[in-house]
């Protein structure tokens, strides 16, 4: 069973290492991989949007780099919407 994103991603801002955003970000594209359908894949980008503000909530040590990852969730949902238009 994998971990939820939530713990990979809160493993990864804990290392620090250099290059850790871009490994979050392969994992979030991971996590949509699943999602097949244009609603399926906007309910993922919602749940994973709550997941990491409540991330942010257990973990505020690590705002600045959740935040990081979700300016990407949020380019990758404008994205979304705009090929949807």
Not at 29 to 57: F, K, P, Q
């Amino acid at each position: 069973m994998q971990p939820a994103i939530q713990q990979v991603i809160r493993a990864l801002a804990e290392d620090g290492r250099a290059g850790a955003l871009g490994i979050a970000e392969h994992a979030v594209n991971a996590y949509l991989e699943g999602a097949t359908s244009a609603g399926d894949r906007a309910l993922s980008l919602d749940i994973l949007a709550r997941d990491l503000a409540s991330l942010r909530g257990i973990a505020p040590h690590l705002a600045g780099f959740i935040g990081r990852v979700e300016a990407y969730v949020a380019g990758l949902d404008r994205a979304d919407f705009a090929r949807a238009a």
